[in-house]
């Protein structure tokens, strides 16, 4: 099923913080709730926060009490604000709501009915989009990335997306072709998005794999069973640098210390041309408990943490990149300019 | 207080299973109990292990039945090897077991009561040297690590060790003198070492510390948060590669991209010349529920995993063997042997 869908009024989402140990589709019906759902990381991963908060703005279109325009748009920007205001440093998100508002001031003089209408209907096409972007990408990744053990972290997966994954359209395609020998899967402390997530839905699928914790990544490279590294993004800049989920640094630094292929997957709505660099992007820093605690269970007596939810991988680090448009290689500036041009 | 002692029969150990939630002090009177602890990990770190199982055969040696010689060696034999088949990785267990077993076998022709006696005074002695090594080993590393922020992994601390501790000694004396700014404490997941008694042992004695998940080290190195690594060792070989807590080998890798020194800290009783690779170090591995739950809670589906306790680091990523003996250098094949020679 879709991770994040909307119909009538009501935002609806796979509660990701249950997961494994409960399966439960969550109703939203205001847009503080859907904030909430953001911020608490109900739901996480860089396209389906972007489909959540276009459906978000779908949400406040269907059930906004505003009589006229001017209340309206007054209570769409308020809406528009309170969403941008729940992580920092996926781009998908902003990518949202911004081709939301566009369309909506390209067609301000169009009646409330047909506004209305046509957020309702730009959030659907993000969702829908979102969908053929993954199976494109879980092609175009598979056609490139060596037959073996892959090794991924966090989860980029169908619940980081409306549905499929980015690097989980690509093992789902490899997965099929017979090319996925075994995938190893991060743990991806402190949220347990591997662990949790990607172990869940992979083994659902049928997908050979085996946990590790983070630590373990170096040690399995060095034993040569690694074939090939992917890992999502939560926003590619123009130089290639991209940020993701704690952690990705480390296995880019590992991937080039063993000589192995470092991919990200990320759809055109996650690179984001107005940074030139890395070192540009905001990296949430999350509370405390999080490292304090795994699972539920408290771990640690109470001192200091740090808490970075991100890091950046500098571009050096990456073979390629898998967009919907086909893979980018070196050197990114250039192609990635390029791929935008041609579009 | 020291973490592992005997007295009359009783071997008295922090239960380390138990922090930082509860300080407990168990008291074991049989072998089968100090077996169990060593396998458990309520007493774990290679120099505390070693002063276990030398306990042991004290403890064997005060509450054996026997009552001829003959007798008397059958059960020695018998504890030497079930204490011995308890972890394969760390040396400083065979160690101990050898240092008293030969002493006992050149003393054969002496009287029972003498020999026991000898065991119990080598335990001691093994123990009472350990602590003195850990203050030598203190001072020797302060001198040559820099000004600033150590990063270290796992607990090698007085927790694993009889008291003081091999890297704690270092930061102790480090933090004393003033020249240690912030410590990074990893995780160090499965078992938590890290989060849970680094992070315990350290903050009370006042060392400003924070906890950091195992993949977030990568990150703070590349924002040049971290001046030197610091570990602690399982099995040092002749060629200078070394055995340590899995996730070692990661920082190694990140030290070498970073620039940033690297060191291990371990007395002579964990330098196992009888190895001439890394690669003959045998490495356990673990049951799989360390890695599917953490601090007692269930945080992944019933899947695969992986879970290898240690890994190994070659040498070349090694900037120094921070001994109880001094401070060794690359050639470290070289540079061992010498130090063994003028012992």
Redo the contacts between chains.
């Keep these: 099923p879709r991770s994040v869908t909307y119909e009538n009024g009501k935002v609806k989402l796979i509660d990701q913080r249950l997961l494994?140990?409960e399966f439960k589709v969550i109703e939203l019906m205001t847009i503080e709730e859907v904030a909430r759902a953001i911020v608490t990381m109900q739901v996480r991963g860089a396209p389906a926060i972007g489909a959540a908060v276009a459906f978000g703005l779908a949400l406040y279109a269907e059930t906004t009490k505003a009589k006229t325009k001017d209340e309206f748009f007054d209570g769409f920007y308020e809406t528009y604000e309170r969403l941008k205001n729940t992580r920092p440093t996926a781009v998908n998100l902003f990518w949202a709501l911004n081709r939301v508002k566009k369309l909506v001031e390209e067609h301000r003089e169009n009646s409330l009915d047909k506004i209305k209408h046509l957020i309702v209907e730009e959030a659907q096409k993000i969702a829908d989009e979102d969908v053929e972007a993954n199976l494109r990408m879980g092609h175009y990744g598979a056609e490139v990335l060596p037959e073996g053990n892959v090794l991924t972290?966090c989860n980029a997966g169908s619940l980081a997306t409306v549905h499929l994954g980015t690097v989980g359209a690509v093992l789902r395609v490899m997965h099929k072709e017979g090319t996925l020998k075994l995938l190893?899967v991060?743990?991806?402390?402190?949220v347990?998005q591997g662990?949790?997530l990607s172990?869940?839905e992979y083994?659902y699928d049928g997908i050979?794999?085996?946990?590790?914790?983070?630590?373990?990544?170096?040690?399995?490279m060095?034993q040569g069973k690694v074939d090939a590294i992917i890992v999502g993004a939560d926003r590619i800049v123009a130089n290639g640098d991209f940020a993701n989920k704690?952690?990705t640094?480390?296995l880019a630094?590992?991937a080039?210390?063993h000589g192995i292929p470092f991919f990200t997957v990320a759809p055109l709505s996650t690179i984001d041309m107005s940074l030139k660099s890395g070192k540009e992007i905001p990296i949430e820093e999350r509370a405390k408990e999080e490292?304090?605690?795994?699972?539920?269970?408290?771990?640690?007596?109470d001192?200091?943490?740090?808490?970075?939810a991100f890091?950046?991988t500098p571009h050096k680090y990456l073979t390629g990149i898998i967009t919907d448009r086909g893979v980018v290689y070196p050197p990114f500036e250039r192609n990635l300019k390029r791929l935008f041009k041609r579009e």
Tied chains: 1, 2.
């Design positions: 494994p140990r972290h190893w991060d743990e991806t402390r402190p347990l662990a949790r172990a869940w083994h050979p794999l085996k946990i590790i914790s983070d630590n373990m990544a170096g040690f399995v060095q704690i952690g640094y480390t630094v590992l080039k210390e490292v304090l605690t795994c699972g539920g269970c408290k771990i640690a007596p001192v200091d943490v740090y808490n970075p890091d950046v």
